[in-house]
């Protein structure tokens, strides 16, 4: 809470080093510690999940199972058998992002995925990645993506441009329907605790008002458990329908 009462929501946002001096030296922030943490919690459930290969999976080894066959459902269901191929770098888009949003609704920790420079790399990422691939499979056919097979050749000067322009639009959506949920989650979780703490202050009838606001943060962190999931997933069958698009054009 900013000085005077007022309410810093986006205070949260901001990027500050972490472990010390060291930390100082090559500017290592709060975001990229969560990424190797999430990094590090990825790892350690696919190695630890799967390590005792029971017939009978436990719990660790259901949860690696289950994050597994659905993304690799989610690849070929949405790609072809050719979406084996691109099945790791989605389960590695889809944990990352998961991760990200899971992480930040812990307390004293760090939403990496709050941030447009990590949310518009990832789509960047995906992007580059679909256009090499198309170019990959089909060559120069591949710029006929652009200019549908059927369409009067009269409305190319519109068609192209406006399918260009779409398809150069997919990164900036994708980032910023990431970046903006994650941001709009944490800024209402800042505003209604805060609500609690002036009510509180207050003394009085202010701790019956504080009732409604922690009320209202408790359901939307069950909210925000969902919004992380879907957000995750959106990302990531996007990505599939952007890869299928390359692998088959129309």
Known sequence: MAAEGSIDALGQ??????LGALGASVNFTQSNLMMLIAATLIISLLYFGMRP????????????????????????????????????????LFMFILLGNLLGLLPFSFTYTSHIAVTAALAITVI???TIVALAIHGMHFFTYFFPPGAPKLLAPIIIP???ISYLSRPVSLSIRLFANMVAGHVMFEVFASFILMMAAAGGIGYLGTVGPLALNVILVGFELLVAFLQAYVFSILTCIYLHDAVHLH
């Open 128 to 130: 580059v990645l679909v």
């Open 13 to 18: 946002f901001k990027l500050e080093t972490s």
């Open 162 to 164: 406006v399918e260009i």
């Open 53 to 92: 290969k029971a017939i009978v999976p436990g719990r660790l080894q259901a949860l690696a199972e289950l994050a597994y066959d659905g993304i690799h459902s989610m690849c070929v269901d949405q790609i072809g058998d050719e979406g084996k191929k691109f099945f790791p770098f989605v389960f590695t």
